[in-house]
């Protein structure tokens, strides 16, 4: 388990897991519990005997004497929103959800479909592209970047670091090298905020970075430390994973052409079809938990301080949940998949995802017929974070009034 064969389809061994016992115990990594059911990491998602104060659990992985390379990581992952519990991040949450509200989101729809045209615009005339630098790295850089009003110039800095932390963060064999970059990512992500922050304080704009100011100012405090650390939250979570499911999306539909095709034909589809595509392929394969006390799960004893991994990619082809698990379908009428999580933590950026997917698929599909692959898909070597390194196609463009027009502004 865990090899380059696993990482690139790791689903009969899910099905494997899945069929022999509810938790499992892998010694990659530290060591931890892995729970594949999908009931079992929904009713896990809600126990409040599992932590997310897991910060320390990337560290565990090095010899004492090596840790401090990871200073800055563990002191600014300690902040994030994501590794907070109870009432701390309860207030926390409450102030962030004002900037993903249905409503909100919504309200970002033609500048994301702009945003989406705009990037195939780059790449039309050739009738080909190689997808995840060409399009699913940037959309969700430019997205989130918006989001926190940071200067479109700076993409290819959020892509590297958002890269660095990835690779870090989903490994199960991390090296020290691995660390640095991981930390040295953070900390560039803190400076980089730190004069935006101090610029917003003087002159706040629409910006979530603005928001988590006035909301600080309204006595309800976000520290200094605080707000960095939600800035480089926002900025991995909202560009890692989005890019990831659009390049695992796209895959899946052209390993199932009917299924492209179909979606092609009728763009009623395209809800379920999201659905289908966040469940199929999770671009969060699994999401780690701390146990806080000792206790029993499914007649097992486990000790506090060890480590929980919900696998959510296990949970969506859970059979009990998604008849046929491994077939692909878009048709298929919704369950709640597990790939953004459940509970307290649930994604707080989910709206703003599936708008972005739901525009990039759509767009993507109508705009470019007869789609194909035009060369080998690269998967990144990350297991917990799943992805495309690269996924070359091809397409035939259309000479219609409209693409020409387009073409002459690009
Ligand atoms: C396909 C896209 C996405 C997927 C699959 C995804 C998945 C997840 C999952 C599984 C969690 C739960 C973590 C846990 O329980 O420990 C989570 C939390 C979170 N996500 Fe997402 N996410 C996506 C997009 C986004 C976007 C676009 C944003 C921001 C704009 C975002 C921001 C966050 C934040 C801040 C949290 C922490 C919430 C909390 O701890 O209360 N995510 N996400």
Redesign the pocket.
């Known amino acids: 388990m865990f090899d380059a064969d696993f990482i690139a389809n790791p689903y009969p061994t899910y099905q494997h897991m899945l069929a022999t016992g509810r938790l499992h115990w892998m010694e990659a990594a530290g060591g931890a519990w892995l729970v594949p059911h999908y009931d079992d990491v929904m009713t896990l ?1 809600r126990d409040s005997r599992l932590t ?1 104060s ?1 910060s320390d659990i990337f560290s565990w992985q090095f010899p004492e004497e090596d840790r401090h390379y990871l200073r800055d990581f563990s002191e600014i992952t300690k902040l ?5 519990d109870g009432e701390e ?1 309860v207030r ?2 409450r102030l ?1 959800n004002k ?2 509200t249905p409503g909100v989101v919504e309200a970002m729809r033609p500048q994301i479909q702009r945003l989406t045209d705009e990037l195939i615009d780059t790449f039309y005339a050739q009738g080909e592209v190689e997808l995840m630098r060409q399009f699913a790295h940037l959309l ?1 850089a430019l ?2 970047g918006q ?1 926190l009003g940071v200067p479109r110039e700076d993409r290819h800095l959020f892509v590297k670091w958002s890269d660095d932390l990835a690779a870090f963060l989903s490994s199960l064999s991390a090296t020290l090298d691995m660390a640095r970059r991981a930390n040295d990512a953070l900390a560039s992500m803190r400076e980089y905020f730190r004069p935006i922050v101090a610029e917003r304080r003087q002159q706040p704009g629409e910006d ?1 970075v603005s928001l988590m100011i006035l909301s600080e100012e309204q006595g309800r405090t976000f520290t200094e430390d605080q707000l960095l650390a ?1 800035c480089s ?2 900025l991995f ?6 890019r ?2 659009i390049g695992n999306g796209m895959k899946a539909l052209l390993d199932h052409p009917e299924q492209l095709e179909l979606l092609r034909q009728n763009s009623d589809l395209l809800p379920s079809a999201i659905d289908e595509i ?1 469940r199929y392929d ?3 394969q699994m ?3 701390v146990v806080g006390e000792d206790l029993e799960l499914f007649g097992q004893q486990i000790k506090q301080s060890q480590v929980v991994q ?1 696998l ?1 990619g296990a949970a969506n082809r859970d059979a009990a949940q998604f008849p046929e698990p491994d077939r692909f379908d878009i048709t298929r009428s919704y369950k709640r998949p ?13 709206p ?3 708008l ?2 739901e525009i990039a698929f759509n767009t993507l599909v109508r705009r470019l017929p007869n789609l194909r692959l035009a060369g080998p898909a690269e998967r990144s070597p990350n297991f917990g974070l799943r992805g495309f390194h690269t996924l070359p196609l091809a397409f035939d463009p259309v000479q219609s009034p409209i693409e020409e027009e387009r073409l002459a502004l690009a």
Do not use: D, K, Y
Not at 80 to 84: A, D, K, Q, R, Y
């Open positions: 998602f997310t897991r994030w929103l994501s590794g907070i991040h926390l949450r962030l900037a993903f969700p997205v989130i989001l979530l939600q939250l926002f979570a909202g560009h890692e994973t989005t990831n499911l966040v999770s671009p969060v999401i780690p938990r919900l959510l597990a790939s953004f999580g459940f509970g307290a933590h649930f994604c707080i950026g989910m703003l995802a599936m972005e997917i």
